[in-house]
């Protein structure tokens, strides 16, 4: 895979996964502690990487999977040319199946069933076609992310404190971020900055992915629990808080990882800017409002079990929602490929994504 | 130690301690695995177990130094007269310094100090008064923790949806709970309610503690994310926050568990009472507003490690205040064993302590 032009001499902040005749993964569950590489020869192995949180955030779902249509084609290359097509696509519902909130996931299939529906007229022609679709949306997300993190870079001014949830970074994406682009952005500036990491119960995404990441690129960091952002705030420390998003409904309700908004809640008091960094892949034109937003619930071991062991009575009762939706009045704006918007600009970018 | 007459026929929900001709603890640190049993038989023991949570929670800790001096005491016993009571006013200097925050600490400290200006007159005399003036801690504690169940079960609603924070419960007193006691007062009074435990990270006190006293008590809970809270106010499923004190200051002002500044916000932007309980003995009258509460900063691995191993980077900066300071204007009254009062009521009590 190549980046564009515009992108060859930026340095990639990290790399999640890449296509060599086949599909590779860095297992984001074992970060930080080992970067171990999986490859994915199989569809099942997609939708367990996917469902198991191996990789993960929304943009990078969405390429994992586009690129999994691909390991489906490969994978049943053998069967006649008309079941291969039913089998590709089986395999696409499969892998919508694997998780409900991202949107990325539903967007990128959307578009390589297209092509399935379009431009299969031959096995050959077919596996290119699927091929460079995937690649298409693998270099758009590049693309967009790293025009996120120009966009998003000018409103950070030197000096500030800048709070973000859960791993919007490269690891979440195709490699630039989404909610830490802007940061890359303003270190490639040389801008003083200094970003303040929630840990990210109960997967702790935070403290283990986005400090990880953090640290690979040189970025000055602190890592706290998510209870102490409020402490922060009230203590003048936090200037901005940046967080990306797994589905945007038409009027700017914005699903994203829990505790977002309760961020937003505490940044509202604080009269602290709140900005979505997120692609326009991650919007959903269909979805009028965030009630609409499917909010997966995870097993409730990921909050009972740390590091292999219970840190509570084994059968207490627990609660796992994934995401909480943060409303459209909470946010300052949308920091995206096209610049920065209001929520009720968002109407305006629906023709002007991928 | 018998309780008194009042409280005779109630069951006492937990006991964190007792006295058995020397000073008997059960490890915090090892709940809900394992319940072990230390015995104190050293002031230096008594010092670490406070310093590392092997006992925690303001009244508790309140009551282990009280207990701690007469260890002192026993310790020290073959000293001539007049070392034995410098050896026991330095003993008191170094539980002092054990934990900077909890306010009971330094009150029962003071108490114990008097004893030994006012009664000291024979080791034989001052072993007994010293015991009898813990012993008095002890059942002050107990007695002012039923009053606050009784004062604040008459707010808790059938049905109602209670989030809590942190232990503020049996394990963190001398046994019915601060904020837990109205909650096991409506259970005795048969009123059906739900309990929300927030983990609370880093020590888990609320996974590992509250959890287990309410499954230990049969009160329904559910535990969550700290992250979680925001989020279930937004669904409507909490109708009233209750969490104990640290420190409380003239204007009413309250230290508490870091996150209970956040869950102030949360609960003021959703229009839910707020209410902290806790005996006076919490309650620092001479301190005339939170910016002059000492915060205690602990350290770093209590983030970064969890269940013996690293969740994030192990070079990670790592910020960890173990509470912040709650303004009295998002509290909506303090449960005492002398009733609920709002924060400008508070210069009435400062005669009616202990």
Same mark, same amino acid.
Do not use: C, V
């Given at each position: 895979m190549s980046t564009s032009g515009h992108l060859k001499m930026k340095k990639i902040p990290v790399k999640p996964f890449w296509w060599d005749r086949g599909l590779f993964i860095i *297992?984001? /569950?074992?970060?930080p502690e080992k970067e171990i590489v999986l490859k994915l020869d199989k569809v099942k192995k997609v939708y367990e990487a996917i469902k198991n949180l191996k990789i993960r955030g929304a943009p990078l779902i969405g390429c994992i999977a586009a690129y999994g249509v691909v390991v489906s084609f490969i994978e049943n290359e053998n069967l006649p040319f008309c079941k291969l097509k039913d089998k590709i696509k089986k395999d696409i519902e499969k892998l919508k199946s694997s998780?409900? /909130? @991202?949107?990325n996931l539903f967007y990128a299939l959307r578009r390589m069933e297209k092509i399935i529906d379009n431009f299969g007229i031959s096995k050959k022609k077919l596996k290119q076609n699927l091929l460079k679709e995937a690649e298409k949306i693998y270099k758009e997300d590049l693309i967009a992310c790293y025009k996120i993190g120009e966009y998003g870079e000018k409103i950070i001014k030197d000096g500030m404190g800048i709070l973000t949830h859960c791993n919007a970074g490269g690891l979440a994406t195709?490699?630039?971020? /989404? @909610?830490l682009a802007p940061i890359y952005v303003a270190k490639q500036k040389c801008k003083k900055i200094h970003v303040y990491v929630d840990e990210t119960r109960p997967v702790l995404q935070g403290a283990r992915l986005t400090c990880w990441e953090l640290e690979k690129n040189r970025i000055p960091y602190t890592l706290i629990c998510d209870n102490m952002a409020g402490y922060l705030m009230s203590k003048k420390e936090i200037d901005i808080v940046i967080v990306g998003a797994d589905r945007i409904a038409k009027n700017g309700d914005t699903a994203n990882k829990i505790g977002t908004y309760s961020l937003a809640v505490l940044a509202n008091y604080h009269k602290i800017p709140f900005y979505i960094a997120a692609? =326009?892949?991650?919007?959903?034109?269909? =979805?009028? *409002?965030?009630?609409k937003i499917p909010i997966e619930e995870r097993d409730e071991n990921e909050v009972k079990k740390i590091n292999g062991k219970? =840190?509570?009575?084994?059968?207490a009762d627990v609660f796992n929602p994934a995401f909480d939706v943060t409303p459209n009045y909470l946010i300052t704006g949308f920091i995206t490929e096209k610049g920065i918007i209001k929520p009720e600009e968002i109407e305006k970018l629906k023709n002007m994504g991928g």
């Open positions: *297992d984001q /569950t074992e970060l998780r409900p /909130t @991202a949107y195709s490699g630039f971020g /989404t @909610a692609p =326009i892949s991650t919007f959903d034109f269909n =979805i009028e *409002d965030g009630s219970y =840190i509570s009575p084994e059968n």
